[in-house]
């Protein structure tokens, strides 16, 4: 852990003395209500990515590439992943690790043409997110860059069989820290009710084929209408990558979870209630 982290062992905001790293993104937060201490950590790259055998897999520098035809091949690569992680909005350590996932691809698969190079990217980008446990979903890919899916599940098919990849499932709860990060959410017991809401969800299957970025923007917003937090449904839309529309069907589900856990009704088009409620799930 970093000096100055070291040197702020009391959170804040509730005044907790447990902090922890998250060692997927980095980042510095407190046990107690979540809140990332260490915001500079979200930009920095996460830990190495390591093999099943769990041994450190460096990045290999293109100067290694000896065959003409390698480095032609990588050269498009990067051309098209840069491309691809502007459009999407991607972290430059996902697409270090993307690159990083094509490098080992070339070493172990020789036969990669040109004209799938697109299809590797696209493919490389969603399984370097997954293995951050960064929100990218499926179909955010295959509509953004307007990539037949068949194409798509074809190259992440080979990838996950060349490299040996075992796609993570991406945490919610660690998901939500970010998010509750962003909007600089400080209220302690609405970030308990909101993990609360999204492990009863979870126990129940109702996450199940749900992208986490609608899961963690339509619990907030019941949660911030519920607790009186002065947050907009564009705001939060805004911090997840989602759009309001997404926002508002995620809303419906869970909110009709939290008024059967509290019998508090919360509504989608009324104003956010401006007296504090209690809350006990």
Do not use: W
């Not at 508090?264 to 956010?272: A, D, F, G, S, Y």
């Amino acid at each position: 852990m970093d000096e100055s982290v070291e040197e702020q062992k009391r959170c804040p905001v509730c005044g907790s003395t447990s902090i922890s790293r998250d060692e997927t993104t980095g980042a510095v937060f407190c046990l107690r209500c979540g809140t990332i201490l260490d915001e500079t950590a979200l930009d920095f790259k996460p830990p190495p990515t390591f093999d099943e055998a769990g041994h450190y897999v460096k990045l290999r520098p293109v100067d290694s590439i000896v065959e003409e035809r390698e480095r032609k091949i990588f050269e498009a690569f990067k051309s098209v992943l840069s491309n691809y992680s502007y459009r999407l909005n991607i972290p430059d350590y996902i697409k270090n690790t993307a690159l990083n996932f094509f490098l080992r691809l070339l070493e172990k698969q020789k036969k990669i043409f040109s004209d799938s190079v697109k299809f590797f990217a696209a493919a490389l980008l969603y399984l370097a997110a997954k293995e951050h446990n960064y929100p990218l979903s499926y179909k955010t890919i295959r509509k953004t860059l307007n990539i037949p899916s068949e194409k798509l599940s074809k190259a992440i098919r080979i990838s996950l069989e060349v490299l040996h990849l075992r796609p993570k499932k991406i945490d919610p709860i660690i998901y939500l820290q970010q998010v509750v990060e962003k909007l600089k959410i400080n209220d302690y017991e609405a970030i308990q009710v909101a993990k609360k809401l999204i492990k009863i969800a979870e126990a129940r299957g109702m996450l199940s084929g749900k992208d986490v970025r609608g899961v963690v923007g339509g619990v907030l917003y019941v949660i911030v209408k519920a607790f009186g937090i002065r947050r907009t449904q564009r705001e939060i839309a805004r911090a997840c990558g989602i759009t309001e529309v997404t926002i508002r069907n995620r809303f419906l589900e869970f909110a009709s979870l939290f008024e059967e856990l509290t019998n508090i009704k919360v509504e989608l088009r009324k104003k956010t209630v401006k007296k504090r409620i209690k809350v006990k799930i």
